[in-house]
């Protein structure tokens, strides 16, 4: 039996999901043959047909179809539902394989619980991997250095899955999640060829935050709009200052696109959040989450960019800009 795990990409919750799912379908069926493809947001339908090619096809941690060969889904997206009709289609489904939770801290977690209650099937041999999955995909760390320090195998394998554009790498990643404890999964090869320039590069960054943040009031800010596209760790902020309640941020995507990011200390307690960070920046055209938002600007609009983020940190109640 052939079986599509469709899963969301570059993601440790989507991995992880994917995995748990591969676990959980063997009990099932001991006959099949699985195929991971992560996918990615974008506008519109993000499925093609070849997704669909398969006697089983599970959307996991990600976007609902309607599609009638998708025959399995879990996921915790508010997001999951956005084309016409997908949620009427997911509501009338009478399968009992579909399952949805928006309160889920993790699709990997929400999975785990699911098939222990509805298929009486005991993941708890992963319970490894379910534990990571929840604190990583609800960013619920005890203080900003665990996920800046990255010294947890957990948090090594969540860098690597984040930054890897190897689709040859993808199976033998979630088969390891299954099979290998994290910490020598952590050691593999491929992870550490991998991660040994993301992590140096990881490490200049977090002395080029340093250098470049301008604390005003409760807004930290920085500006990045000379530095080649890339992401960065966004914890790091917080890691430096951890007192601090909002931070603005001026970034060049990969591609060249410049970004501001406007996010809530995540330490801090939710209902002290005076702003709701998606309305403010919807006048640049941004959107996002009461406490993380971001907006996109042109590569060359510099002076656009720069202007935005000094109203946003005016608005947020910082004085300066940053440089
Ligand atoms: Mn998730």
């Not at 550490?192 to 800010?221: C, F, N, T, Y």
């Not at 060359?300 to 720069?306: F, H, I, R, S």
Request: aromatic share 10%.
């Amino acid at each position: 039996m052939s079986v599509n795990v469709l899963h969301h990409g570059m993601c440790f919750d989507g991995a992880a999901s994917a995995a748990l799912f591969s676990a959980f379908f063997r009990r099932l069926s001991d006959d099949h043959n699985f195929r991971y493809i992560p996918k990615d947001h974008h506008p519109g339908d993000p499925y093609n047909s070849a997704d669909f090619e398969a006697d089983e096809v599970v959307g996991l941690d990600f976007r609902y179809s309607q599609n009638p060969r998708m025959t399995w889904f879990f996921d915790h997206h508010r997001s999951a539902f956005q084309l016409p009709g997908d949620r009427e289609h997911f509501e009338a489904d009478r399968s009992g394989h579909k399952f949805h939770d928006a309160a889920a801290r993790s699709c990997a977690g929400y999975l785990a619980r699911v098939v222990r209650e509805h298929f009486d099937v005991d993941l708890s041999a992963h319970a490894e991997l379910i534990r990571w999955a929840e604190l990583i995909d609800s960013a619920s760390f005890p203080d900003p250095a665990m996920p800046v320090r990255l010294e947890e195998p957990a948090l090594r394998l969540m860098t690597f899955v984040e930054s890897n554009t190897d689709q040859a790498l993808v199976e033998p990643f979630i088969r390891d999640l299954l099979t290998t404890p994290m910490k020598v999964h952590a050691e593999a090869g491929y992870i550490e060829e991998a991660l040994r320039p993301r992590l140096e590069q990881h490490a200049r960054d977090i002395a080029l935050l340093k250098e470049r943040s301008v604390v005003s009031g409760d807004v930290l800010a920085f500006s990045l709009h000379d530095q080649p596209g890339r992401s960065y760790n966004k914890f790091i902020p917080y890691y430096h200052h951890p007192e601090i309640r909002y931070v603005v941020s001026l970034t060049r995507a990969q591609g060249g696109r410049l970004k501001i990011t406007a996010g809530y200390n995540p330490w801090l307690p939710k209902p002290e959040r005076e702003h709701n960070l998606a309305a403010l920046l919807e006048p640049f055209g941004g959107g996002g989450h009461p406490f993380v938002a971001g907006c996109t600007f042109d590569p060359d609009d510099v002076e656009g960019a720069l202007r935005a983020q000094r109203t946003i940190i005016a608005r947020l109640g910082g004085a300066g800009s940053s440089r």
